[in-house]
């Protein structure tokens, strides 16, 4: 069974930047596309960006300009870098893995367990 840990979360100012790392654990032959979701209290989970396994990429409106996803295939990581970051991005921050090989046989749809991103005005 593959699992995704997120890290890199925590308090920044207004303005600040964070890096948010993702690795998926387990003996993996293929990663498909890769995202980052969040949710805030109160409100559902939306799209933050997503990259695909050919490196096309794909932002919210929110955020386009200001945060990068990235991703290291032979470290089965994935990265977001927010920058220029404000209040309204304060959420819980999930990966997502659409698809991915492995030595058991293919899963989908994989989720890390999350990690919190305040920021303070």
């Known amino acids: 069974q593959v699992h995704l840990v997120e890290s890199g979360g925590g308090l920044v100012q207004a303005g600040g930047s964070l890096t948010l790392s993702c690795v998926a654990s387990g003996i993996i032959f293929t990663i498909g596309d890769m995202g980052w979701y969040r949710q805030a209290p109160g409100k559902q989970r939306e799209l933050v960006a997503t990259?695909?396994?050919?490196?096309?990429?794909n932002y919210a409106d929110s955020v386009k300009g200001r945060f990068t996803i990235s991703r290291d295939n032979g470290k089965k990581t994935e990265y977001l870098q927010m920058n220029s970051l404000k209040p309204e991005d304060s959420a819980v921050y999930y990966c997502?893995?659409?698809?991915?090989?492995?030595?058991?046989?293919?899963?989908?749809?994989?989720w890390g367990q999350g990690t919190q991103v305040t920021v303070s005005s």
């Open positions: 997502q893995i659409d698809r991915l090989t492995t030595n058991r046989g293919p899963q989908y749809d994989i």
């Open positions: 990259i695909s396994s050919g490196g096309d990429t």
